[in-house]
């Protein structure tokens, strides 16, 4: 088996953990395909970028996350924070990987910027 065959493999398994079908995958495709004005012959693109992707590969690795608030009202924290389903925690330990956040972190000033 090679690697690019071993790497789809463990992206089709890892949506079905996340109880995700390969055909609802391909809809999510052309739906950030649309999103981005691109035609529908660009979806097996999209798709292709997705699971060679840093969240695709077999390595495991979380997609790195840098969280902005520039209108300083926390307000998309908040939003975040009320989500049922997957909850906060689920999406920063397992979904994410959350490089800087000044509302989720522990630390404050310089230690943060650190």
Request: proline share 3%; net charge negative; hydrophobic share 40%.
């Given at each position: 088996?090679?690697?690019?065959?071993?790497?789809?493999?463990?992206?089709?398994?890892?949506?079905?953990?996340?109880?995700?079908?390969?055909?609802?995958?391909l809809?999510f495709?052309?739906?950030v395909?649309?999103?981005?004005?691109?035609?529908?012959?660009?979806?097996?693109?999209?798709?292709?970028?997705?699971?060679?992707?840093?969240?695709?590969?077999?390595?495991?690795?979380?997609?790195?996350?840098?969280?902005?608030?520039?209108?300083?009202?926390?307000?998309?924290?908040?939003s975040?924070?009320?989500?049922?389903?997957?909850?906060?925690?689920?999406?920063?330990?397992e979904?994410?990987?959350?490089?800087?956040?000044?509302?989720?972190?522990?630390?404050?000033?310089?230690?943060?910027?650190?």
């Open positions: 088996m090679t690697t690019k065959e071993t790497c789809v493999t463990s992206f089709d398994s890892l949506l079905e953990e996340k109880g995700v079908s390969r055909r609802s995958f809809k495709c052309g739906a395909a649309a999103t981005l004005g691109l035609s529908e012959a660009m979806v097996p693109q999209v798709a292709h970028a997705l699971e060679e992707s840093v969240i695709g590969k077999a390595t495991g690795a979380l997609a790195p996350v840098v969280w902005l608030e520039l209108a300083s009202c926390t307000g998309c924290t908040e975040l924070a009320q989500v049922d389903t997957p909850d906060v925690a689920t999406i920063v330990l979904m994410i990987s959350l490089t800087y956040s000044e509302t989720l972190s522990a630390g404050a000033g310089y230690s943060l910027e650190e």
